[in-house]
């Protein structure tokens, strides 16, 4: 059966729907087992049925559900209609989507990175983007929180959420990620545990850098992750814990935002 999740302070803005999606229910096997969403060669069918079994259950058109193909960049995107899933490479390549078009779901697939929904608190005007480190890193919090307010959106108007991701304690990086953050912005040691078996290994707060970049940017209103995607294995699809499992491949679940 397919399950969501949500935040309140989306929950709240009656004209947005929004829905963290589990791996729960759906067409996938083996790896991707459940509802991934993933566009991979030889599986493009099975993820685009499950895209179209996720616009229907949170009520949207089958073809008004979109995700473009993402390449931890900063790169966004404004769509006014949908786009052909397939096949997956004739996508935007993009790794954020808005839109001031009713009725249309913005996607994002993540399988550990961060998927982050932002409204405005009152009008017609939503994005969706994922943010792993390079993209975090690339600026795409600060590219997308441009494209909003160049629609004249105050940034203290945006609302955002932060779904399901990989939490700190289980996201253990090497040094050049560590030298890559901190040598763009100093102020982020802090984000950065040390590791207990590798002097060259820390535990990135990847979660915490988006919503520190959100506040940077001027958006206040941010619901932090409250899931970690490493962690629940019968309810994510995780990346990082595949690997460490010796597993060949992982699925990705979806994650979505539209003007009701």
């Known amino acids: 059966m397919i399950t969501t999740l949500t935040h309140e302070n989306l929950a709240r803005l009656p004209h947005v729907g929004h ?45 008004r559900l979109v995700l473009p193909f993402q390449v931890h960049s900063a790169l966004v995107k404004r769509i006014d209609g949908p786009f052909d899933l397939l096949p997956s490479p004739a996508r935007p390549h993009v790794d954020g989507l808005w839109t001031m078009t009713q009725g249309l779901g913005l996607g994002v697939n993540t399988a550990d990175c961060v998927p982050l929904l932002i409204a405005h608190r009152e009008r017609p005007l939503v994005a969706s983007l994922h943010a792993g480190w390079k993209g975090a890193l690339a600026g795409i919090v600060e590219t997308m929180v441009e494209a909003l307010t160049a ?27 560590y030298d890559a953050f ?13 590791s207990p078996t590798s002097a060259q290994h820390r535990f990135f707060d990847l ?21 970690n ?9 995780s990346c990082r814990r595949s ?18």
Request: glycine share 10%.
């Open 229 to 237: 995607t490493y962690q629940h294995e019968d309810t994510f699809f």
């Open 151 to 177: 629609q004249g959106a105050k940034p203290q108007d945006l609302v955002a959420a932060i779904g399901p991701a990989i939490a700190q304690e289980s996201y253990e990086v090497g040094s050049e990620v």
């Open 182 to 194: 901190t040598s763009k912005y100093p102020h982020t040691k802090g984000f950065f545990r040390p």
């Open 243 to 260: 690997f460490h499992k010796g597993e060949a491949d992982f699925g990705c679940q979806i994650s979505a935002i539209w003007i009701r």
């Open 19 to 63: 829905a963290f999606f589990t791996r729960k229910g759906g067409v996938g096997t083996d790896f991707h087992e459940g509802l991934s969403v993933k566009p991979r060669e030889g599986r493009e069918d099975a993820s685009a049925q499950n895209m179209r079994l996720a616009a229907r259950h949170v009520g949207l058109e089958e073809a």
């Open 207 to 227: 979660p915490g850098f988006v919503a520190w970049r959100l506040d940077a940017a001027g958006v206040t209103d941010v619901a932090p992750s409250l899931w």
